[in-house]
């Protein structure tokens, strides 16, 4: 008489219970990944707009004669049909003729949340 070869059933189901208890963590371990790489992707966003925005407000400061730098100005812009706020604060510094630019970005929805924040200087 020739035993089969297989598995028991208690085998079978051990390693039913093993996949049952990982497939659940698997899963958060994937969403949080997931997650993860939507908010580097808005914070990414974000620097950008704060950079261009510094940068727009750079060039006119040298390009356009008789500008003077708002002490505080804020806007939208729209970036793969996602719409952004912008903040910009400037002050003036200890050193003379020069201010200080804190540029602050988030989604329009959000505006408390920041995601982006810039720091800069410009020689008035």
Same mark, same amino acid.
């Given at each position: 008489m020739t035993r089969s070869r297989g598995f %028991?059933?208690?085998e079978v189901m051990v390693a039913l219970a093993i996949v049952a208890t990982a497939l659940p963590?698997?899963?958060m371990l994937i %969403?949080?990944?997931l997650q993860g790489a939507g908010i580097t992707r808005e914070k990414t966003q974000a620097y950008w707009i704060a950079e261009n925005q510094l940068? =727009?407000?750079t060039l006119r400061d =040298?390009?356009?004669?008789q500008f003077s730098i708002?002490?505080?100005?804020?806007g939208t812009v729209e970036r793969d049909g996602v719409r952004w706020y912008w903040e910009l %604060?400037?002050?003036q510094t200890e050193v003379e003729g020069f201010r200080r630019l804190d540029l602050t970005v988030a989604l329009d929805?959000?505006?408390e949340d920041t995601l982006a924040s810039l720091t800069g200087f410009i020689n008035e």
């Open positions: %028991t059933l208690i963590a698997l899963m %969403t949080s990944q940068a =727009r407000l =040298r390009l356009v004669e708002p002490d505080s100005v804020n %604060t400037s002050q929805a959000q505006k």
